[in-house]
Structure formats: structure tokens, C-alpha cells
């Protein structure tokens, strides 16, 4: 799909990788509504003046959810491209120094990284069913999910985190199934270590390992490159119904 002249939603704008996403989409000439529970502290710096607007929404949220994907519709006339990067991270082990792990933090993992994706794709792939195929495109939409590679090589403490980055990545193919009939791509991306708010707040003795399990570039990604593979990802029809690992290697 050409990025130009589209309009994308965009979960988790407001920071890290969906921040570098939604710069990407602007800078490539798409329109661009930001979905986030804090509101974007950053303005675009490319694009037209009325590329970018933003809602602030818990993607949980079903009732304010339907009203972002309204305000893209009202505004920008339809929805071609759905990225999802609101994510959380949490680590606690099953059974700490202080007992059982409670169950609520668990829950609120689950919640936001699968049930806010999957409520945000529900109301975009209503939106993209809508689309008019042309003779110059031959797809009505695609959708970018963000797994991890916790998905995979969980390690001691993330039995939240990876399960529901596991999610992400096991619902990708039955979602991209149904839509394959309606002209609507799905992909999954699997980052490795990412500098953004959310690993940046780890401490040394979490970071230091995993840079050095890290095996070619030896450092941590950058946002821009997790916005590239988005990129590549709407631009190749082929990418569909899989999860790309984008991790210099790293196998936690
Ligand atoms: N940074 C990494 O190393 C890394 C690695 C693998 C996967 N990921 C995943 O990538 C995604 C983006 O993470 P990031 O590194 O950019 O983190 P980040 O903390 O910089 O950005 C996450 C954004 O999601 C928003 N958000 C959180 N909960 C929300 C909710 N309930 N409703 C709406 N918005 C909400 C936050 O306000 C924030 O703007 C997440 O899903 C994360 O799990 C990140």
C-alpha cells in the first residue's frame, strides 16, 4: 500500500515507537490520528498543518475507542492503516518474597497489551471494510500489531508480559485470515530491545545483560528503525498473517 494521501490511527502515539511511527506516516505524507491515554508532547514537523491530531483514550475503552475512530472518520474521511504500539511492561514473579503474585497487576497487562489491540484493530477493520478498492490499490487496509520478543524467550518475571505479547503474536494469523477476504493485511512486529520511555526507565542491571546477549548491532534499537519496518510492512503486499522479529538477534 502507498503511504501518501492515507490515513492512519495510531495507538500509543504519544511516545516511543508509536511516536516514531506516526512521525513516519506524516513525514510520508499520510494523515494521522493519535490514540493515547496521555497526551502527545510532540507536534509534527513535517506534513501538512492538518496531518495530525490526537485523542486522548484508554485503548481499553470501547465507548472512547469508537469515539477516536469517529473523529478519524469525521475528520479525514476514512481508515487505511491501523498501527498499535499502547503497550505496558511489567515484571513480577509468580511467587515472590511477599507470596503469590496478586492477581490485578497480571490482569492489567492482559488488558491493555491484547484486549486495547484488539479493541482498537475491531474499529479499524470495521472502518477499512468500508474502503473503495481502486485500479491503482488492490487493498482496503493494513493493520501493524506490536508483540515482543518476550513473546518468545520470556524471561524470569514476565509471565504477564510475555503471555500477552504472545497473544498479539498467536492472534495475528486468524485475524489476518478473516480479513485476507475484505483486501486487509495484518502483521505483528516482535522488537528486540527498543531506547524509548519504556526501557529506559529500566535499571543498568536489567539493560546491561540484555545489550550483551544483544549479538550484531551491540546496542539497544532505535525508534525510527521499529517506524521503518512499519513502513516496509505497509508497503510490501506480501507481508501478511506472521510476526517479524526485530531484535539485532537478541535471544533473551
Ligand atoms: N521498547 C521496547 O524495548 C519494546 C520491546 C518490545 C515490545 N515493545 C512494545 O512496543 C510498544 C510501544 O512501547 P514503547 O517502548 O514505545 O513504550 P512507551 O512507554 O514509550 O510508549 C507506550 C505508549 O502507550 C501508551 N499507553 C499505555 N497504556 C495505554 C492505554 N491503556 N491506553 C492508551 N495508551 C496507552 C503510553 O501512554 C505511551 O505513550 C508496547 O506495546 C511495548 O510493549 C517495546
Known sequence: ??????????????????????QRLIARGCRVVGLDIAAPRWTPTT?????????????VDGESVQAAHDRAIDRFGHIDIAICCAGVLH????????????????RRVLEINVIGTF?????????????ELT???????????????????????QSAYSASKGAVASMTLPIARELGAYGIRVVSIAPGVFETPMMQG???????????????????????????????????????????????????
Open 47 to 59: 506534513g501538512s498543518h492538518d496531518s495530525f491530531t490526537s485523542v486522548v483514550a484508554n485503548v
Open 119 to 131: 479493541n482498537v484493530i475491531r474499529f479499524s477493520a470495521a472502518a477499512m471494510m468500508r474502503n
Open 91 to 106: 515484571g513480577e514473579r509468580l511467587v515472590g518474597r511477599e507470596g503469590p503474585a496478586k492477581l490485578d497487576a497480571f
Open 1 to 22: 500500500m502507498k503511504i501518501e494521501g492515507k490515513v492512519a490511527i495510531v495507538s500509543g502515539a504519544s511516545s516511543g515507537l508509536g511516536q516514531a511511527c506516526a
Open 135 to 157: 485500479e491503482e490499490s488492490s487493498e482496503r487496509g493494513v493493520i501493524v500489531m506490536t508483540s515482543s520478543i518476550a513473546a518468545f524467550d520470556g524471561q524470569i518475571g
Open 202 to 252: 529500566a535499571s543498568e542491571k536489567v539493560r546491561q545483560p540484555l545489550l550483551e546477549q544483544t549479538v550484531f548491532p551491540k546496542r539497544f534499537g532505535l525508534p525510527h528503525e521499529y517506524a521503518e519496518l512499519m513502513e516496509q510492512v505497509i508497503a510490501n503486499p506480501m507481508l501478511n498473517g506472521t510476526t517479524i522479529r526485530l531484535d539485532g538477534a537478541l535471544h533473551m
